[in-house]
């Protein structure tokens, strides 16, 4: 098997780190604490006659901008729990590209930010403005939780190829280790199981299939039972392009294709672009008449809202009906929304990565009132400790320790099935129900084993899968023989007709510099002839030959604003950032 030479260089550069580390260490007998349930005067103290606990730190308020989160994670258990163990109040600040934008030109950025970067030049920027500090001194005096191995190659990953080539560290990665496929799929062809069911488990092979699956439904369920219209399709809109490139999610197209493995211009290339993947769907769905009339301005909290009247059947997510789903049950042992497993395409699930989320990473702004304490803040998210926290719960209250393993309490199980307001208050974000948690600030992935043997999702056993679920659940996996949902989805997988995160160079696209500025000029005219032009021609097209003909005058202002200019940058980038990290 050929060695990955890049891997090679890290590792030796961890062990050397490692050593440093340690012998530093033995001089004063601070040990790393790299059990999750560890209290910290066991993890700080080496002998067994010192009983004295270290004094506890000032309380302090440090802003901080999460990328992606619950907007009431605030008022959580797991939120409290942090608060106690850090003795950090965190103002959290949900991160908006234009408010993020204006703060950054005014130098009024919050004490900790999560940074976007992957195709955008926001690193390039807060590195050579100095808006961002170095954290390699302060990971060495107040980050002993991310010393150990793991931590210790996504922190040389990130001095390689998030440092503006200074090889400093900015960026502290979230989410690395490994991912499986969890308890269910969240992402995907998502609509009712029970109307599903009730048109006998049509077969789903692609967006035509979806389509019509999803009208036969409306005809067969038209209006709520307070009289709404009830649609098939619709996007939301405020989280730039991610929309409308969703249908991606399923198909395996985009950027980079995972069916075919290759880098493809996805502006210009119908037959491989996530973009025109969702156009296509949503004009058939037009075509239909079940469109939604907000497809194209509607944003993520109003189709939340719309899932929970009841009039909108079809997400590319579970997440937006997890509160109704709560309801649903109510009405029915197979009554809710899931993820239909399909035999093609992508699932976002499973893989491995050293870097982690793509514009999760932590990093800590000049402006941070307290950077020895925002510092601390951050070892514990990303610490084993912190991210058993964020994904399973406060041991004692909702996991404990049996036998020696880690384990879920079966109240805390049986709460997460439900889902619902109470589930919510918990601040669990590992049982995989929308809408709950701070998954993305998570240091590490949910399947990654810790130092006590079990999981850092101690959701994410066969044990737990069988005990968490609903009648809802149980309908599914009955149908397709299987042992819970994300199974019935990954056996094709496993048959080789699903492509999943196995298949996916995360590391390589995280890796990638941002774009220079003729390029990203590019690229935003480009978004925007996209976000304009697809509505046109998704809702005034009258038929399949009058699409394509507006789809191609689309593609031909596509490649007048460069969009092959583009496309020769990004591939040559993909290449050459591969090559590096020796793939």
């Not at 080539?165 to 199981?193: D, S």
């Not at 048109?199 to 699956?213: E, F, R, S, T």
């Not at 320790?401 to 199980?413: A, L």
């Not at 101690?458 to 309908?475: G, I």
Request: hydrophobic residues 35%; charged residues 20%; contains cysteine.
């Amino acid at each position: 098997m050929k060695r990955n030479k890049w891997f090679t260089m890290i590792s030796a550069s961890v062990l050397v780190f490692l050593l440093i580390f340690f012998s530093a260490c033995s001089g004063n007998n601070n040990k790393v604490d790299s059990s999750p349930s560890a209290s910290p005067a066991a993890s700080e103290t080496s002998s067994p006659t010192a009983t004295a606990e270290p004094t506890p730190k000032p309380p302090i308020t440090m802003s901080v901008l999460f990328n992606a989160t619950a907007d009431d994670f605030e008022n959580t258990e797991v939120y409290n729990e942090i608060v106690k163990q850090t003795g950090v109040t965190m103002d959290i600040q949900l991160y908006d590209e234009q408010k993020f934008q204006v703060q950054l030109a005014g130098g009024d950025l919050p004490d900790i930010i999560q940074v976007q970067h992957v195709g955008k030049t926001y690193l390039e920027q807060l590195i050579d403005g100095g808006n961002i500090i170095p954290l390699d001194d302060l990971v060495k005096l107040h980050g002993s939780n991310i010393q150990d191995e793991i931590h210790a190659q996504g922190l040389a990953y990130s001095k390689s190829f998030w440092s503006n080539n200074t090889g400093k560290l900015y960026l502290v990665p979230i989410q690395i280790g490994t991912t499986g496929w969890g308890f269910e799929q969240t992402m995907g062809f998502t609509t009712r199981w029970d109307y599903y069911k009730e048109l006998g488990y049509p077969a789903i092979k692609n967006i035509d299939d979806m389509v019509n699956a999803l009208a036969a439904m409306i005809e067969k369920h038209p209006k709520t039972a307070d009289g709404k219209k009830v649609y098939g399709a619709a996007i939301w809109n405020d989280w730039g392009t991610w929309g409308l490139t969703s249908l991606g999610l399923t198909t395996g197209n985009g950027q980079y294709n995972s069916n075919d493995g290759q880098i493809h211009n996805h502006y210009t290339e119908p037959a491989s672009s996530s973009f025109w993947d969702t156009a296509y769907f949503l004009y058939k769905a037009q075509q239909k008449g079940i469109l939604d009339p907000d497809a194209f301005t509607a944003k993520y909290d109003d189709i939340v809202a719309k899932a929970t009247q009841g009039t909108l059947i079809y997400s590319a997510a579970t997440w937006p009906f997890s509160n109704v789903n709560a309801e649903l049950l109510k009405e029915g042992p197979d009554k809710g929304f899931v993820s239909i497993p399909l035999d093609w395409g992508f699932a976002w699930a499973g893989g491995q990565s050293i870097a982690g989320w793509a514009d999760r990473g932590f990093a800590i702004t000049k402006n941070a009132k307290d950077p020895e304490r925002a510092m601390e803040l951050i070892n514990f998210l990303a610490s084993e400790k912190g991210a058993r926290l964020l994904s399973s719960g406060i041991e004692g209250v909702h996991w404990d320790m049996v036998d020696g393993k880690p384990q879920m309490k079966p109240e805390v199980v049986s709460l997460a099935s439900t889902g619902g307001d109470e589930w919510k208050k918990t601040g669990i974000a590992g049982a995989g129900v929308g809408g709950v948690g701070a998954a993305n600030q998570q240091g590490m992935a949910n399947d990654t084993v810790l130092s006590d043997g079990g999981l850092v999702n101690l959701f994410n056993t066969p044990e737990m899968f069988a005990t968490k679920q609903n009648s809802l659940h149980k309908d599914l996996t009955a149908h397709y023989g299987a042992a819970y949902p994300a199974q019935a989805y990954q056996q094709y997988e496993t048959q080789g007709l699903v492509k999943s995160l196995k298949d996916y160079p995360q590391d390589i696209l995280n890796a990638m510099p941002g774009m220079p500025e003729d390029i990203k000029r590019i690229v935003d005219e480009l978004d925007q002839l996209m976000i304009k032009g697809i509505p046109e021609v998704v809702l005034k097209a009258k038929d399949d030959a009058d699409y394509t003909k507006r789809q191609q005058a689309l593609i031909d202002k596509l490649n007048e604003a460069g969009a092959d200019k583009w496309f020769q940058w990004y591939k040559k980038t993909f290449e050459d950032t591969k090559a590096k990290l020796g793939n």
